[in-house]
């Protein structure tokens, strides 16, 4: 079983639309959660930051962690076209001195106008 | 807004050569990693650096591996002898010390050619 999946789309939305993008993980030693956004042969830029299970919301963009389901959510209200990229989910554990993150194999979105 | 730097953001190489890819971390970031994305496939994990010495190395990270930070402001990634399966995307990335060194935040990438 791979350690994080993620569904890799890829997902076309009409603009306005609210997107959905996932990820479910192996591991219940990760307790920090990212979603980076990862536009054509760019780095990945981080989006959201949660630690342990709950809701944060950050304008047009909510994440929401579910340790108990070992689930991570990306919520994008009013989706806009300048969101089309590639999503990341990203975790690591709380252990050691620095931190590895294991990412998602990402899903691809393109919002259309 | 301070970001992570890689120079050069192409490199083509042919098998068997030796590769330096730069990076400038953001200034007050200590801790520095290397992750590396093949075309289709995950961003994977080389390598973090802390207090001048590495903190985690995966397994991609060999002895054709090595890093360095020559000075206080570059971060570089040597590839000793390249292989054709080298290809991919470098990705650098910098995090601060403290309770948020969870965030990485990654430059654009240098690609890596290998012919």
């Known amino acids: 079983q791979k350690e994080v999946e993620q569904d890799p789309g890829p997902l076309s939305v009409p603009e306005g639309a609210i997107v959905s993008l996932n990820c479910t993980y192996s591991n219940s030693a990760f307790q920090y959660f990212m979603w980076y956004r990862q536009y054509s042969r760019k780095g990945p830029e981080l989006l959201m930051y949660t630690y342990s299970s709950g809701n944060k919301e950050d304008g047009r963009f909510t994440a929401q962690v579910d340790k108990s389901s070992k689930y991570i959510s990306l919520f994008i209200r009013d989706s806009q076209p300048s969101d089309s990229a590639t999503y990341l989910c990203?975790?690591?554990?709380?252990?050691?001195?620095?931190?590895?993150?294991?990412f998602g194999s990402g899903t691809q979105l393109t919002v259309l106008p | 807004e301070p970001e992570v730097t890689q120079t050069p953001s192409h490199q083509v190489t042919q098998m068997g050569q030796e590769v330096i890819l730069r990076c400038v971390p953001i200034s007050n970031h200590l801790y520095f990693y290397w992750y590396r994305q093949i075309l289709g496939q995950k961003v994977e994990f080389l390598v973090s650096?802390?207090?001048?010495?590495?903190?985690?190395k995966s397994e991609i990270f060999d002895d054709q591996f090595s890093v360095e930070r020559p000075d206080g402001s570059n971060f570089t990634l040597k590839i000793r002898s390249t292989k054709l399966e080298d290809s991919a995307m470098y990705f650098c990335a910098s995090s601060d010390l403290g309770k948020t060194n969870e965030k990485l935040f990654f430059g654009s990438g240098t690609q890596l050619s290998v012919l």
């Open positions: 650096f802390y207090n001048n010495e590495i903190s985690e």
């Open positions: 990203a975790m690591t554990d709380r252990y050691g001195s620095a931190r590895q993150l294991t």
